[in-house]
């Protein structure tokens, strides 16, 4: 009989990120986790699309940042969600650019993000679609359903929805705790303890 634990539906690494088994993840050596971040199944993380390198070497000697996607602490990555790094032809080589997000960023179920930058405390509704390079600031709420636009910019603070988004409102003062993900974090894994009182 082997003494091994039975697999559990996520991995969990040393930093503590839980990534589904059931999950997507191509080019894992182009995608950073921050720590403690989740990808559930049927999420898909695109590391493969990479910046294009040009074929004369620089003279340098230092390697080339292969990033294709980094990801801050406690991001959350819903089930049938996508994460690509935007692309463009440029200088006759179409080459792809590094999809940055920071910390405690929620991305609801069949989202797909093509973003540039994802500031930090962003909560990204079910099946909104972020079009290439568009840069969404800190503490900023997209609801379920919005499309925003490529090479758009939305400021800190916005609400914003429809197709395609805009800003409908700002993050009340007080509300800014909503955006924390480490009591959201300590529900899934493989061995998550029951809430008190629950």
Do not use: W
């Amino acid at each position: 009989m082997s003494r091994r634990p039975a697999k559990g539906e996520y991995i969990e690494t040393d930093t503590g990120n839980k990534v589904s088994r059931k999950a997507t993840l191509v080019g894992t050596q182009n995608i950073m986790l921050g720590g403690k971040s989740v990808i559930q199944p049927e999420a898909m993380v695109r590391g493969d699309l990479v910046r294009s390198q040009p074929s004369s070497s620089s003279g340098s000697g230092a390697p080339a940042n292969n990033t294709a996607v980094s990801m801050g602490r406690y991001c959350f990555i819903s089930r049938g969600a996508l994460l690509r790094p935007p692309g463009r032809l440029f200088k006759g080589i179409y080459s792809h650019m590094p999809l940055r997000m920071g910390d405690h960023v929620f991305v609801g179920e069949k989202t797909i993000v093509r973003a540039a930058s994802v500031g930090s405390h962003v909560h990204i509704g079910n099946n909104v679609v972020v079009g290439e390079f568009a840069i969404i600031k800190d503490y900023v709420r997209v609801l379920d359903d919005a499309v925003v636009a490529p090479n758009t910019v939305i400021p800190s603070f916005s609400v914003v929805a429809g197709q395609p988004a805009r800003v409908i409102g700002e993050v009340p003062e007080g509300a800014h705790e909503s955006f924390e993900l480490r009591d959201l974090y300590k529900t899934v894994g493989n061995h998550v303890q029951p809430q008190p009182g629950a």
